[in-house]
């Protein structure tokens, strides 16, 4: 959160940098924009037994799709530079991942991703065509059910964002319309039920730790904006 709020610091500062714009250089764009994507991610789950000695480990990657809504806001500088923000206000959803631990006891595990928020620099080329690099920042609720009762703790992860997307203008009203691809890659993250490597014990039947990396992904955007001021 503290890079984030740094990033936007850095964009508060430089908007009001106007000295070196004539005030007719800057506009403001607001937009609502439907997103479709793929994500994968690699994951590790080591389970220790009361006894503290390792009992699991297990290894699984995959991918998932999902779709989801976010609004964004942009200051532009001249034609060519504009600075935004962009927020998810959906949660982002893995599938549930089932497996069975005992017998008739079953552990399952999904994740959400909320409150994804991008901080970005956006290029435009003329023609149409711009070019978009950021930084992301996201907290991930991780959902188990375990025949211990135990519950995970719930990581944030930050990572980068680079696009590419083809915008136009709708009439001379301000509106206008774009399309929108981009790579997204988030840092490794660790969640553990908060029982110490040494803490196991038949209450508490031992460590469990997932450690997730390998985490990105692509996603494609189409948004109706409006610009003010232009």
């Known amino acids: 959160m503290k890079k984030l709020i740094t990033v936007l610091s850095v964009f508060f500062v430089f908007s009001h940098s106007v000295n070196a714009f004539e005030t007719s250089d800057l506009s403001v764009t607001a937009g609502i924009s439907a997103n479709s994507a793929v994500y994968g991610a690699s994951g590790k789950e080591t389970n220790r037994a009361e006894d503290n ?28 530079v504009s600075l935004g923000i962009e927020h998810t206000p959906d949660a982002i959803s893995t599938p549930q991942n089932k497996r069975v631990t005992n017998v008739n006891t079953n552990t399952t595990v999904s994740a959400d991703f909320n409150d994804l928020n991008i901080a970005y620099l956006k290029l435009n080329v003329p023609g149409g065509i711009y070019l978009k690099a950021g930084y992301v920042e996201t907290d991930i609720d991780v959902k188990e059910t375990t025949a211990s009762g135990s519950t995970y703790n719930n990581p944030s992860t930050e990572g980068t964002i680079l696009g590419v997307g083809y915008e136009r203008l709708v009439g001379d009203a301000g509106l206008g319309l774009r399309l929108e691809g981009s790579y997204m890659s988030l840092d490794d993250v660790t969640s553990s039920n908060g029982v110490s490597a040494t803490g196991g014990a038949p209450a508490n039947g031992g460590r469990n730790q997932i450690d997730i990396s390998n985490m990105e992904g692509l996603n494609a955007k189409i948004a109706i904006t409006y610009t003010f001021g232009k």
């Open 53 to 80: 000695t390792v009992k699991t480990i297990k290894n699984e990657s995959g991918v998932f799709t999902d779709s989801h809504m976010s609004g964004f806001l942009e200051l532009n500088v001249g034609q060519y």
